[in-house]
Structure formats: structure tokens, C-alpha cells
């Protein structure tokens, strides 16, 4: 149990160009996914915290303007990376806290996408 | 300030046994979170405690002392395929996860 999934798993662009990329979870509802970017040999960074039906909340220094999140079902969370540039490039991880079982709240990951922008 | 601290890198045999530790500040505490990651992956559950005391789970057991702020991955048996990352993260007041860089395990056979 507890699977979470992301679209697409790597993607290609050009400078200036949109990327949508989406998280699911398969087995259980989550009414509250993250959004995770990770440089290589870094640690995950928290970006935002997306909230089924409201509006996502986002750390410092995250513009919320380049980085479009949209929570529209317990089970889908999107995010949207508008006009990307190549310092863009990154692992983006989403995950979703499964408050029905597992661990006592425990958040799962989604497998990652590897964005490079060109 | 919230801080996770964890050893970068540390190297084991196969075969052996490993202890990665943790400690940490944290604005309150609700539990802290163990994850394993390998290269180019997502991170993946690997324990939680709440706690003081030991939780085993098979060949990894964690180990939370509150007082003192501490925890430690124990991994036994090494086995190659246990090369990998591992992160701790504590969930603070707020419920939110705070994460450490992570160390990096580097098994020789």
C-alpha cells in the first residue's frame, strides 16, 4: 500500500517552455502532497505544500508565480514549472502523507522527475 | 534555528554492521523519520519512532533518545545493495518535516 506516482519521470525542454508534472496517489487519499526539488549530492528541498481544494502554501524563496501548483483531487497534485530555465534543472520528488494508515502520518514518495532544461 | 546533523559519508564492509546517527534541534518534536535513498531515486520509509527506545525492523533497527536530541540507524548484515543515502527527518511543532543532509553509505565487499 501506500503508492505514490509521478508523471513523466524524466522530461527535456527548451529555455522557456512550460512543464507540467504530475503526482498521484494510487492506493489512498492524501489531502496534503509535497513538493520536493534536490540538486545532485544535495538534500531535499521543501518547496511547497500543496492542500487539497485551497491554495498551496510555499517556503521562502519559492515563487509561487514559476512554480504552479494545483491540488484539484485528494488523489492528484500538480506542479507546473512556467517559462523554465536551465538553472531549473533538478530532481523534483513529490510525496503525500497517508493519515489512513501506515506509520503515524508518514509521508511517501513518488519516484522523482528529472528535469533538464536546455 | 531548526538542525539535523548526520555524518556525510561512512564506509562499512559487507557483512558487518553499521551505525548512522542523528541528532537534532528541532521547535518541538513529533517523531523523527529514517529514509533510505539511492542515487537518482526518491527517498523510500524505512522507520519511525516517537519514543525513547529501540524499533527493529529486520536487518535495520533505529534507536530515539528525546532527551538528549538523538537517534541512530543500525544496519546489519551489510549487503551491497545497501549502498545508498540515508536521511533523517524530525517533524517539528508545526508538523512539519525538518531533514538532514544525509549520509552517504559506501559498502566494500
Known amino acids: 500500500g501506500a503508492v505514490v506516482s509521478q508523471h513523466p519521470s524524466w522530461v527535456i525542454c527548451k529555455s522557456g517552455t512550460s512543464v507540467k508534472i504530475e503526482c498521484r496517489s494510487l492506493?489512498?487519499?492524501?489531502?496534503?502532497m509535497f513538493w520536493y526539488r534536490q540538486f545532485p549530492k544535495q538534500s531535499l528541498m521543501l518547496m511547497a505544500t500543496s492542500n487539497e481544494g485551497s491554495k498551496a502554501t510555499y517556503e521562502q524563496g519559492v515563487e509561487k508565480d514559476k512554480f504552479l501548483i494545483n491540488h484539484a483531487s485528494l488523489t492528484l497534485s500538480t506542479l507546473t514549472v512556467t517559462s523554465a530555465h536551465p538553472e531549473d534543472s533538478s530532481f523534483y520528488i513529490c510525496?503525500?502523507?497517508?493519515?489512513?494508515?501506515?506509520?503515524?502520518?508518514?509521508?511517501?514518495f513518488g519516484p522523482g522527475t528529472r528535469l533538464t532544461v536546455l | 534555528g531548526q538542525n539535523i546533523d548526520q555524518p556525510t559519508e561512512m564506509t562499512a564492509t559487507e557483512g558487518a554492521i553499521v551505525q548512522i546517527n542523528c541528532t537534532y534541534q528541532t521547535s518541538g518534536f513529533n517523531g523523527l523519520f529514517w529514509y533510505q535513498q539511492h542515487a537518482g531515486e526518491a527517498p523510500t520509509f524505512l522507520s519511525y519512532?516517537?519514543l525513547d527506545g529501540l524499533e527493529e525492523k529486520g536487518r535495520f533497527s533505529s534507536f530515539l533518545s528525546r532527551s538528549k536530541g538523538y537517534s541512530y540507524l543500525l544496519l546489519k548484515e551489510l549487503q551491497m545493495k545497501d549502498s545508498a543515502s540515508y536521511l533523517c527527518a524530525v517533524r517539528d511543532s508545526n508538523y512539519q518535516l525538518i531533514w538532514g543532509a544525509g549520509t552517504k553509505l559506501i559498502i566494500k565487499p
Open positions: 492506493d489512498f487519499q492524501a489531502t496534503t
Open positions: 519512532n516517537v
Open positions: 510525496s503525500a502523507r497517508d493519515l489512513t494508515g501506515g506509520e503515524a502520518d508518514t509521508q511517501y
